[in-house]
């Protein structure tokens, strides 16, 4: 079962560091200056709820894993933008999707699996915004992540390392940059060092 966790985890791990998301800005350009100054000012001012942020097993927010792409894109959150994007999955071209605050690079990339219907298959979230219930984000420290979950395993593959925690449904991607390459390796659950932070939280 471990086995193939780590093998649909490490299947696209890397792609969501790969993409460019840029926030879009409406026009609003008129002839009457004041009332786009409003309108802009009520937009900029939308936040999403506090509940959209919460990462939790099998799902973010009100994103669910095995949830219907098309209902996914009809409950886009209010103060949310989704946009496609593309990836690249064992040579073969794949639809995914970022979803993340209006004014902010950064949040979550959900990836598709259709058979034939396309269903929410992995949520890689990359923004701090986004909070467990018990309050690791990215950014977090390992040590704080084996306070609140079981870690399995710690592998490294395809330049990523990442603890696995399969009874939270997550796993993490650490950053590893301070370390040596040569210690990669030898990393288990165990010996990872404390002060690493997390970068990413895969879902699934």
């Not at 200056?33 to 999403?48: D, F, M, N, R, S």
């Not at 990359?126 to 984000?137: A, Q, Y």
């Not at 040590?143 to 939270?168: C, D, M, R």
Request: net charge negative; aromatic share 4%.
């Amino acid at each position: 079962m471990l086995k193939n966790i780590i093998y649909a985890l490490m299947l696209g791990v890397g792609m969501a560091a790969c993409l460019s998301q840029q926030g879009e800005e409406a026009d609003t350009t008129a002839s009457a200056p004041q009332i786009p100054a409003l309108l802009g000012t009520a937009e900029e001012t939308k936040q999403p709820a506090p509940t959209h942020f919460v990462v939790e097993k099998q799902r973010v927010g009100n994103i669910r894993i095995g949830m219907p792409i098309e209902q996914m894109r009809e409950h886009v959150a209010s103060g949310l933008n989704l946009t496609d994007t593309t990836l690249m999955q064992e040579g073969m071209q794949s639809t995914a999707y970022v979803l993340h605050p209006e004014g902010q690079p950064k949040g979550l990339l959900v990836e598709q699996a259709c058979n034939p219907n396309c269903q929410v298959w992995r949520i890689s979230v990359l923004s701090p915004d986004f909070r467990t219930p018990e309050g690791l984000s990215v950014g977090s420290k390992y040590s704080e992540l084996q306070q609140q979950y079981t870690i399995k395993a710690v592998t490294f593959e395809e330049g990523n390392l990442v603890a696995l925690a399969p009874e939270a449904g997550m796993s993490f991607v650490l950053d590893h940059t301070s370390l040596p390459p040569n210690q990669l390796q030898q990393l288990n659950a165990s010996n990872v060092p404390a002060n690493l932070l997390i970068r990413k939280i895969l879902v699934y």
